[in-house]
């Protein structure tokens, strides 16, 4: 490849892609467009960050237990010389909660899971009323405990660290804005800025989190992916909790701690396309409140410090990410879609993206469930497990 691979989007998925491409082939050119180097409205830089092994689809299974590991090493993979980026990994679990009427898909999941090796246990009410002593288990009938291999982590460091590493292995980041796409038959030959300059590409690499759609729209691809918005809480209570895991009521918001704080969301029931990314207070009075205050009594003291809101990306077809190539450009690559859980699989999903790119195929971990080809095949792949 004489002209450079053009990542549109520089968060976590085109700076993970950049770093992988650079690493594997230290030839290759790379140039990543990125309109907000600040990542203001980024998804990346507003995610919860957190792990998970608990999916219901084995892919997912399987990127989280690659991803994990790559997390623990972090430091050392992404370190410049000997200054080491600190993602702050906690692995403190997640525990799914299920009344009578969930615990059916709980028990399922959960097998799923166990095939693959997570490391998960289910809990009946008395054992979990036994583990975690601030929760009201008066309505639950099963819980699902990750014990390894769960948790959170400094989302925007790790950003971060694979953009610096990228640019020390000779990435290039352009700050400007992809208006179109040069499409000469089935190649992307071109892509323009909206300063009227033009950059040749050998292949481009669709990595616009939730503007996706936009993006794959420039080459005439229809894209399922839209941009979702979603509110997180920051809320003080003053009583300890300890332990306490990243929890999924079966009502469906989660809560997590975060410092001294906590931070918790939910899908709002007016779920709209694109709307302007400001917290929807509202919603926290309206729902989340009582629904916090029943599950964890404490929080019947506990106030909503702030919020911030962010979008999640998510893909109307089947919940899952979109990667690889669309039958019509041989040439475009997408990354998209992944709809509330791309932070965790970035440095899995960007290593196989640069194997498709560089060798046509997957090497290290088989993506080949999560191609684009199944969308145009009307074959969905069913994530149920969608947070908040
Ligand atoms: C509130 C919230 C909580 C989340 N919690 C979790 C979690 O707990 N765990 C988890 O795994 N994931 C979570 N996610 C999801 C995760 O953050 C995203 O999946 C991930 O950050 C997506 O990364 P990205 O690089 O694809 O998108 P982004 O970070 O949005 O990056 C896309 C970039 O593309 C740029 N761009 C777009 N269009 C153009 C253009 N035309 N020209 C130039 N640049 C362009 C944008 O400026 C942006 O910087 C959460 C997301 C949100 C919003």
Redesign the pocket.
Known sequence: MTDPVVI???????SALAYWLTRLDPKLAVTV????PS?EF???A??????RQQFTTAVNVRISQASIEFLRRAADELALGEEKPAIALREEGYLYLADAGGAAALRAAHSVQRAHGADVVLMDDAELAGAFAWLNTSDLALGSLGRSGEGWFD?YALLMAFARKARQQGARYVK???SSLEVDGSRVTGVLLSDGSRLACSCTVN?????AR??AAMAGVDLPVFARR?T?YVIDCPVAMQPFPLMIDPSGFWIRPEGARYIA?FAPPDDADEPPLQPDYGAFEAELWRLLAHRIPAFETAKLERAWA????MNRFDHNAILGLHSSLENLFFMNG?S???????PIVGRAVAELILNGRFVTVDLAELLFARIEENRPLLEANVIG
């Open positions: 549109i989007g520089g968060g976590v998925m085109g467009v990125e309109r907000d990542y980024a998804s990346s507003l995610s919860a960050a957190s792990i989302g400007a804005e992809v990595a616009a989190g939730p503007w936009r993006v979603r997180v969301g962010g979008y999640f990306e992944f509330g859980h791309g932070m965790q699989q970035a």
